[in-house]
DNA sequence: GGCCGTTCTGAAATCGATTTCAGGATTATT
DNA sequence: AATAATCCTGAAATCGATTTCAGAACGGCC
């Protein structure tokens, strides 16, 4: 591989040169220009990034770290940061950490020591080491979709209260009166936001979420599935159903026509996230979407912000989730639409 | 961040012993030993991988090319390729060139001047110009999952052939006559090969697939949706449809089910690839499994033995598929158990 | 002509590690 | 006790870039 050294002997100049020339901050004169241009184009020379990157302290690259790889909600993170990381010339490092604060540990560890310029976490749990790892360090970080108790970290998050808000909406304008919600693990921060308010509308709105109709989950399909007879054979059984995640709403589906119900007929599902499975499934998914690209974009904006001041900002952004109506959600059988848009007005 | 010439001052060394102790490849007096590792903890030293990359020519890192990043097959060998590179302590940097020649020439040149160790990279297409450039330099590659043309080339792909020879001989034991396949891209060899193995099989079985009953797809849901309203008006219509990705089989399951029919009672349908879908849509997706994990790992283990040996192997490395039986294939309506255990004698 | 200010260029230091080379200290051998 | 062999350590070169510092060349101005 050609360095600057061969470029310069070539072109008869300094490797100082050469590297004005490259970097183009200082002026050349034209003639040696276009020398050096044409001694780069002969022996084909790349600029080495790790030798650049040890110099001038950036090597160009974003480390992100998610709970896991292969999760549809996870890799929609990964597909919009790595574009807009790419699209600055820089690389995305990724690592799938499988829910485990060590690994996570061990991770975050690996991207301090290859002095990345920035770190893009989604945290696993409360109680992970890497922000503390983080603080004692200068590396500019984000922790995305989950920032939870740490009100001191930059973090850009979904506003998950408003998530639940929406759904609990949706659910009541179709008339609606017996609701449940299948949660994400309640340690999980976003979990509760989300559940508060659904639950918090229901009631403003005059009605009302049992603690029998509540399900905690773990945000996996399989877990959606499991938890449908429990939805059916409830004391007081829900006419509609909200999952924290789509994982769990398209289980929750599966589930109830598995028990040769019928959605929406029998129940009206409802997820969160917006992944591509939801419009893969029939009947398609009613959802509320998480801006995945807005978020991912939002994460690096503040990282080089970071960077460019040279200190945190420590600023939380929160970005709206948006209601997306298809099939799966419909009026209760056992309601007419006009008292539905009666409750329409209740809450509006 | 510390530095070894830190560690060095404060341990009352040379910064060459300190490297020694890390690297634990030349013998250091017990004493020195200790004293080196006590400065480590004191500063909490990191070795920095740019510097350490730069002078032993490793920086410790893999690229890794896919043609989308959030497709979910891809998506299994980013998630399998990282683990194992992790497992490792390598880094992985990924690319989603949006089935771009031009982005992934892009990508491996960032690849190339970042100095990796190695690349692996699923080709968008034949005429990609990926590997004259890799060949212009030192650096180990792969091809993973599309060898296609390039016999010369490092490659660890399935074996194309085989699973339609699975997809076909699972239908005609099912008691199947009447064949449909949805390929992938035409010029996208292995969509050429399944289909002859598809094809291959049900001819020597005294089966055969009617041209009208083969559609040419792109490996999209959205494709897979569109054509089965194809497959349903065809002259000869088929009893069992093959689609050589799951996404594809997904969608004719959609489409199918939007034109009020039922599967597998109208139409049996199979995938390839078993991606967590799969087992998402009711009824659950029969489908022939790609190995993702095997493959990935075959391909980094390909990778590092190239580095070792600091040269090429052209070496093909064909992994084998498997079939896995779910509830979206079933005997025809109009076919007889008996008829079909007749065609089970012919094909083995 | 002499002085000053631009504009451009090269030598050398630097980033933080690894590695070679040479020499000092220690032990083994006779 | 002298010599050889072994073990350990430090100085310095190196990887391939960036950046500082100083000086050369050139033009303008009085």
């Known amino acids: 591989m050609a360095s600057m050294?061969?470029?310069?002997?070539?072109?008869?100049?300094?490797?100082?040169t050469v590297s004005r020339v490259i970097n183009r901050?200082?002026?050349?004169?034209?003639?040696?220009?276009i020398l050096v241009n044409d001694a780069i184009d002969q022996v084909n020379y790349r600029r080495n990034l790790l030798a650049s990157g040890l110099r001038s302290?950036?090597?160009?690259?974003?480390?992100?770290?998610?709970?896991?790889i292969g999760n549809e909600s996870f890799d929609m993170f990964i597909k919009y940061t790595e574009e807009y990381v790419r699209a600055h010339s820089y690389g995305l490092i990724i690592g799938g950490i499988h829910n485990d604060p060590d690994d996570e540990a061990e991770f975050i560890d690996h991207l301090i020591r290859r002095a990345v310029d920035g770190i893009i976490f989604i945290r696993v749990s409360d109680d992970s080491h890497a922000l503390e790892m983080l603080n004692a360090t200068t590396i500019p970080y984000v922790v995305l979709d989950r920032g939870g108790s740490s009100a001191i970290a930059p973090a850009v998050v979904m506003d998950n209260y408003h998530s639940g808000r929406l759904a609990a909406q949706h659910l009541m304008q179709l008339g609606?009166?017996?609701?449940?919600?299948?949660?994400g693990g309640l340690n999980v921060p976003l979990s509760r936001e989300r559940l508060s308010g659904f639950s918090d509308t229901l009631k403003a709105a005059g009605c009302s979420l049992r603690d029998g109709n509540i399900f905690e989950g773990d945000f996996e399909f399989e877990n959606g599935v499991e938890l449908a007879s429990s939805?059916?054979?409830?004391?007081?059984?829900?006419?509609?159903?909200?999952?924290?995640?789509d994982s769990m709403a398209i289980g929750i589906m599966a589930g109830v026509v598995d028990r040769g119900l019928r959605v929406p007929t029998d129940l009206s599902i409802m997820g969160v996230d917006d992944i591509g499975a939801c419009r893969m499934v029939r009947p398609e998914l009613t959802t509320v979407r998480q801006p995945f690209q807005s978020m991912s974009e939002a994460a690096v904006k503040l990282l080089f912000r970071e960077r460019e001041l040279g200190?945190?900002?420590?600023?939380?952004i929160v970005v709206p989730a948006e209601l997306v109506i298809r099939q799966s959600t419909a009026p209760p059988l056992s309601q007419s639409v006009s008292s539905a848009s009666q409750i329409v007005k209740e809450i509006s």
């Open 311 to 316: 200190k945190r900002i420590s600023e939380h």
């Open 176 to 183: 609606h009166r017996e609701f449940a919600c299948v949660t």
């Open 25 to 33: 901050n200082v002026p050349v004169n034209d003639k040696t220009r």
């Open 57 to 68: 302290k950036s090597g160009s690259l974003i480390g992100l770290a998610v709970p896991e």
């Open 5 to 16: 050294k061969d470029v310069a002997r070539i072109a008869g100049v300094s490797v100082s």
């Open 231 to 245: 939805l059916l054979n409830a004391k007081h059984r829900a006419t509609a159903v909200w999952a924290q995640n």
